[in-house]
């Protein structure tokens, strides 16, 4: 059994390694969820009229998963659920992208999933007030509202005959980011919930929980829930938000909180985020030092407690 | 030199049925969307996955692009052995992408991508079936659906013994050798390559062996498949009652 | 790719003293190393520096010497790109980021035309004078890039050169005047004689971002930065080898802090790679 503190070589895999048998200790082992393999028959207990979701495929009348996962059944519906996959977007997403070039009327951004994204320039809010029809100048000033590089909190919109995505940004919370860092982590840590702009009063930061695992990490800013620095209804005077030291320590401590929750594979939530920093200041934690062994033991004990109490 | 003895032992002490000792490790590379590490007695080979994401804007023949690499690390001694080496991965790596193609259903091909990118550690024989194996690991790690699971596997005649898993040194020699990609549903061999002349008989005897060999190979794919499941299940359990007294 | 506000986000970390990850501008990020990961090579040694990885392998072969070195052997370097680091490092992006790589590597450990004051003393690889010496290739692989491969490079080619033992070989006298001397390679590993590394550098990149200086970027901040020197340093901190990287110029104030910087962090640097090195025999061959 690999060692976390003895700072023995490790990786991803071996850390998901040692968080999986410390939280089997509390569950007894056996996992509750159906799991199959590539290529193994999935039971339908002679059900009549299933469904194939996704994941399966139908072979001589047989149900077979195409990938290795999680047995979902829903009513009729059967499908495999991988857990660590592409980000697929879905209707209403939120999510952070960035913006890769600039092309017609429209923005192509990278939302680091399976589709392409392409915000249009119809689906932004231009200073001015929302209804006005888009003129040829604006089309020309469209890197004036975002260019290529930027980082935007957006929703997914609608998609494509081809499959791909339209986003908009036509709500004051959405725009260009500044003033803080962009933390990534695998897609299936992030659950789609009610919020995704969640201030964290405590830690001093606000963090949006991107769907398509980018999340963006800012210092705290009082009253307003979460949000976009600037707001495109003011002219972009490109102003970089001035961050002080204690505002940097405090997003840089839920930073590393995210990396190293992605790093052992746990869910992401407002709950884990908070109880992974506090842990961090009551451990004395060096901020750079939440990314090494001790404290990555220390965090997979405080889960293992949490799970033993449920 | 003997490759078999009389009692029946190769070289390296196994049976001519014996695999070399097999390790697979799954997800350990950070920054790619799958990755598999396949190791056989000393050949050692690493595989990355990178999509599906939606096509790019340059034309490409292929949905899937494999690409086989062969460094200098790789291969012991004489640096042409590599030069050698990394002209049979091109010529591998193009019947590894139709191989994937196949298996892989369409409508996820469709307006995407997928880089397979392989590379080898170190060369001691039997390398193309090592990395048939780490690509399709890589592949179900990355939760891309696959119509089936399969295997590789290397086989050759040698002093009159079919053996399984040929090490470099044994595969130097002239002797026939047959190497296969099996589809384990469906039994069927999507890749075959043969070197050397051989009677028919000669290509049968090698072929069931090796697909014995592709059966056993698959047993321990499938189960390391499922344990990296079960882990990342394990660990990503969700917080039901944490968020609801926190809402 | 970077937005100019993380840009600039991150260049006031840097004035600040807090990067993104929380470390200070002199801090190096977690080192992991392993020695002895390539059973088939002569040494080896795998390098995780945050999260750039590297693998290195050396290798020795029968070679004649250098006129001008009797007797001394010879030396060569190499990097390459793996494709596991990404589709963006297939064909030229990948082969020039390695060429240059291993450029800056071998300078690094240059001797002179003697074979002498190299980082690895050649003569130790002489056999027989101007007949028959020891040709030693060092091939690094990058796996990954996250930032900083070339002191990850160095590291980890300073691990695996460590890790490197020579055959014995005995030499019988030639027998009457146009006879050969017979060479005799002892295959047996406990025979084999361990590389003396003594004076084997580190390459510690020091980069410039308005005033602070900072080492061991990532990937991230590697894009946030004006100019950067790369500085060979080795365990007494003396200096073996500086090249420059990036557009901006470095003025000579800068330039001394910058060496300043490398000769405290360097030492340091090796100290820890030397304890790692110690107590860094693969365990991959004994798991499970």
């Known amino acids: 059994m690999l060692s976390l503190a003895s700072g023995s070589v490790f990786d991803s895999a071996d850390l998901v390694a040692v968080a999986a048998s410390s939280f089997d200790q509390t569950s007894g082992g056996a996992p509750e969820t159906p799991v199959v393999c590539v290529g193994d028959t999935i039971a339908t207990d002679g059900q009549e009229g299933f469904l194939r979701g996704h994941g399966t495929q139908i072979v001589d009348g047989e149900l077979v998963a195409t990938v290795s996962g999680a047995v979902e059944r829903i009513n009729k519906l059967v499908s495999v659920r991988t857990l660590k996959s592409r980000y697929t977007a879905e209707l209403g997403d939120v999510l952070v992208g960035r913006v890769r070039e600039i092309s017609g009327k429209r923005w192509k951004v990278d939302i680091n999933g399976r589709q392409e994204a392409v915000l249009q320039l119809s689906a932004v809010n231009l200073p001015g007030g929302i209804q006005r029809r888009r003129t040829a100048e604006d089309e020309l000033n469209m890197r004036s509202v975002f260019q290529e590089g930027d980082l935007i909190s957006t929703e997914v919109q609608s998609f494509f005959a081809d499959g791909s995505v339209a986003l908009h940004t036509r709500s004051t919370k959405y725009g260009k980011l500044k003033g803080g860092q962009l933390v990534t982590v695998a897609c299936s840590l992030i659950r789609r919930q009610k919020q995704h702009f969640i201030p964290l009063e405590s830690l001093g930061v606000d963090v949006i929980l991107g769907c398509n695992g980018l999340v963006w990490v800012t210092p705290h800013v009082a009253g307003a829930p979460a949000a976009a620095a600037d707001q495109t209804s003011e002219p972009d005077t490109d102003v970089e938000p001035s961050v002080s030291a204690k505002q940097r320590a405090a997003v840089c401590r839920t930073a590393n909180a995210l990396r190293a929750l992605g790093a052992l594979g746990i ?44 | 030199m003997e490759f078999v003895s009389p009692e029946g032992l190769r070289l390296d002490g196994r049976r001519p049925k014996e695999l070399r000792k097999l390790r697979i490790k799954l997800g350990s ?41 062969v460094s200098a690390i790789s291969v012991q001694g004489d640096r042409r052995s590599k030069e050698r080496l990394g002209r049979q991965a091109t010529e591998f790596s193009r019947a590894l992408t139709n191989a994937m193609e196949q298996l892989v259903p369409a409508d996820i091909l469709k307006n ?25 690991l890589a592949l179900a790690n990355a939760g891309v659906p696959l119509r089936d699971i399969c295997a590789a596997c290397h086989t050759g005649l040698l002093e009159s013994t079919a053996l399984v898993d040929l090490s470099a040194q044994e595969s130097m020699q002239q002797a026939p050798q047959a190497a296969i990609l099996y589809e384990c549903r469906t039994q069927s061999i999507a ?52 968020a609801q007294r926190r809402d | 790719m970077l937005s100019q506000h993380e840009r600039h986000y991150i260049q006031q970390g840097m004035a600040q003293n807090v990067r993104n990850d929380g470390r200070t501008c002199e801090h190096y990020r977690p080192l992991k190393l ?47 790109i793996s494709p596991l680091a990404g589709p963006e490092y297939l064909g030229y992006a990948g082969s020039e980021l390695g060429a240059s790589l291993a450029q800056r590597l071998a300078r690094s450990m240059q001797a002179g035309s003697d074979g ?22 060092v091939d690094a692989l990058v796996i990954r890039v996250d930032g900083n491969v070339l002191d990850a490079v160095s590291i980890a080619a300073k691990a695996a050169l460590a890790d490197t033992k020579l055959p014995s070989i005995s030499v019988t006298e030639a ?39 900072v080492v061991d970027l990532c990937e991230e901040e590697e894009q946030c930065v004006d100019a950067s020197l790369h500085i060979a340093v080795t365990a007494q901190g003396s200096l ?35 304890q790692h090195i110690a107590s860094g025999a693969a365990t991959a061959q004994e798991e499970d």
């Open chain 2, 112 to 136: 995407a991508c997928i880089d397979v990118h392989v590379q080898v550690l170190q060369a001691d024989g039997g390398l193309f079936a090592a990395c048939a194996n780490a690509a399709l």
């Open chain 1, 267 to 310: 869910s992401i939530t407002p709950a884990t985020i908070e109880d992974t920093c506090k842990a961090s200041i009551d451990a004395g934690v060096q901020l750079h030092a939440m990314l090494e062994g001790p404290f990555l033991e220390v965090i997979i004990s405080q889960e293992t407690q949490r799970r033993q109490r449920q």
């Open chain 3, 116 to 137: 002498r004051g190299g980082a690895v003393d050649l003569t130790a690889l002489g056999i027989i004078k101007g007949k028959t010496c020891w040709a030693m290739y």
């Open chain 3, 240 to 274: 073996r080898g500086i090249t420059k990287q990036g557009s901006s110029g470095i003025d000579l104030g800068s330039l001394q802090e910058m060496l300043g910087i490398a000769q405290r962090v360097g030492p340091k640097l090796i100290q820890v790679v030397d």
């Open chain 2, 29 to 69: 590379l950070d920054g790619t969307d799958g990755s598999a590490f396949v190791q056989l007695g000393n050949t050692k080979v690493l595989a990355a996955v990178f999509g599906p994401r939606g096509a790019p804007t340059g034309a490409r023949s292929s949905a899937i692009s494999c690409v086989i690499a």
């Open chain 3, 34 to 80: 392993e020695v002895g990961v390539l059973n088939m090579t002569s040494g080896s040694a795998r390098v995780k520096l945050g999260g750039t990885e590297v693998v290195v392998g050396v290798k020795v072969d029968i070679a004649t010497p250098s006129p001008d070195a009797p007797d001394a052997g010879l030396a060569y370097y190499d990097v390459e």
């Open chain 3, 175 to 213: 027998e009457g005047e146009d006879d050969e001397p017979e060479l005799e390679v002892d295959d047996d590993p406990s025979a084999s004689v361990r590389l003396e590394t003594p004076s084997v550098p580190c390459i510690v990149t020091v980069s410039q971002a308005g005033r602070s200086y």
């Open chain 2, 191 to 242: 890749i075959m390559q043969t070197d050397n002349k051989m009677s028919t008989t000669a290509l049968e005897e090698l072929l069931e062996l090796a697909t014995e060999g592709c059966i056993a190979l698959v047993t321990a794919m499938r189960q390391a498949l499922i344990s990296s499941t079960v882990q990342q299940l394990s660990t990503s359990a969700p917080h039901a009652s944490a």
